[in-house]
């Protein structure tokens, strides 16, 4: 069948955007996949992810290892690398494979890429580098096919176990029990890359072997994320600062001050931010960081998220999210009460838009003051700080209020090669509409 001419279009196109996108990419994060085969027993991976063609890095061989440059799905380069492997043998024999799992429901689980494999009896490490978003999501399958071994080991990404995978995550998984025979991989929902922007997978064997086969990486929808551990002490602390009035009457101050304590805390397996505080029922206060800037262009904020307890549960504290934008600080209309009982801490969550309606004005120079809902949309600039405003509710003002698990979710804007290969794709069903006058098939 002759190639509709819109096809080969995108084609060239598509190769056109690889080469200038990384030039262009120094503004932002790749947000597409990365499809990683361990060994090129079976040749390069090929086949379908979600019905779509898609490119693998394969990594042919570790005698001697070569720093491999990794692309993503589209098969443009991310300027991330597999820059260290050490510790593997590669598995050429064919009856030492991973088998070709192929399951629908795993769509990444392509055979070609699952069915060879690097086996390691000691320490077995993998070393991402040039990581440069502020979290990642790791799968790994590991399989053994046809072993009576159960092959286990424990599998870690900077040092920690997964989050699921066999019955206790990565800890003792086996490579022919869960994964071979239930088809079960691992999965670490959200990984930090370390001080030099890695990140590291180590496989340490506990009966026998322990097998990588394939890995997918990718950005994690969380940008930002703060439970204040390791930083007890009044504020600031953790780039987060507050601020209060107690009564209608009284002066803004900074906290801790005046009596009030503002602090970072630790109880009950929980550290958070605490504010303990006496006034009226207007005493409100705000707490707010400037530790990440988001620029719309490079991070398009769905929503913020927060734990939540408070004491006085008679009238409840009422909190509102805020931003920092252009100098002018602004509350969401919408309030979030904590109705779960003094000691229960309860999630929060507010889905971010910029739609008329649901921010207010807010000042907190002389007086905290939250103004009428805006009739024009949130500004599209960056949001240069962010945090939560509280309000009392309560003759006898609060006693305390406690947040931590502060979380900021984005989607990582695509970057030209994406974006590109997006708009194209309308030149494609356009363009390659089937033609039935004077033509021909082959």
């Given amino acids: 069948m002759a190639i509709c001419r819109a096809a080969r279009i995108v084609f060239l196109l598509s190769v056109i955007s690889c080469v200038v996108a990384p030039a262009m990419r120094a503004t932002g994060v790749d947000a597409s996949p990365i499809y990683v085969d361990f060994g090129d027993y079976t040749g390069a991976a090929a086949g379908l992810v979600d019905g779509t063609p898609v490119t693998w890095n394969v990594v042919p061989t570790i005698n001697p290892f070569i720093p491999l440059a990794l692309r993503n799905s589209s098969g443009c380069n991310t300027g991330i690398e597999i820059s260290q492997m050490t510790g593997f043998a590669t598995n050429y024999d064919d009856t ?41 999501r790791v799968e790994l399958i590991s399989s053994r096919a046809d072993s009576g071994a159960n092959r286990v080991a424990n599998y870690l990404v900077n040092d920690t176990y997964a989050d699921s995978g ?32 890695q990140l590291t997978l180590n496989v340490i064997p506990t009966v026998e072997w322990g097998y990588v086969n394939a890995l997918k990486l990718q950005v994690a929808d969380e940008v930002y994320i703060e439970d204040f551990s390791g930083s007890i002490g009044n504020l600031p602390r953790k780039g987060w600062a507050g601020k209060a009035q107690l009564t209608a009457s009284s002066s803004v101050i900074n906290l801790p001050g005046g009596g009030m304590e503002a602090r970072i805390a630790e109880a009950g397996g929980y550290t958070y931010l605490y504010g303990n505080f006496a006034g009226d029922e207007t005493a409100q206060a705000v707490f707010y960081t400037d530790a990440f800037p988001m620029d719309p262009a490079l991070f398009d904020v769905t929503s913020f998220s927060w734990l939540m307890r408070n004491q006085n549960q008679a009238t409840p504290i009422s909190g509102r999210v805020v931003v920092e934008i252009d100098g002018q600080w602004y509350a969401t209309t919408e309030t979030f009460v904590h109705t779960a009982g003094a000691n229960t801490w309860a999630p929060q969550e507010f889905d971010f838009d910029r739609l008329p309606g649901t921010w207010s004005h807010l000042t907190f120079d002389s007086v905290i003051e939250v103004g009428s809902p805006l009739t024009y949309e949130l500004p599209e600039d960056t949001i240069t700080r962010f945090g939560l405003h509280f309000q009392a509710n309560h003759p006898d003002g ?24 997006l708009i194209l794709s309308g030149v ?6 089937p033609r039935y006058r004077n033509s021909r098939r082959v």
Wanted: charged share 10%; with cysteine.
């Fill in 428 to 433: 494609v069903a356009a363009g390659c509409r």
């Fill in 96 to 136: 030492l494979d991973g088998g070709a799992w192929n399951v629908p429901s795993i769509s990444w689980s392509v055979g070609s890429a699952t069915a060879d494999s690097f086996a390691t009896s000691g320490t077995g490490t993998v070393v991402f580098s040039n990581l440069s978003a502020p979290y990642y």
């Fill in 398 to 421: 609060w006693r305390a209020v406690r947040f931590t698990d502060f979380t900021v979710k984005a989607v990582i804007v695509p970057e030209p090669t994406t974006w590109m290969l």
């Fill in 166 to 197: 066999g019955p206790t995550g990565s800890q003792n998984f086996s490579a022919s029990i869960h994964g071979w025979g239930n088809k079960l991989f691992m999965t670490w929902e959200l990984v930090q890359p370390d001080a030099n922007g």
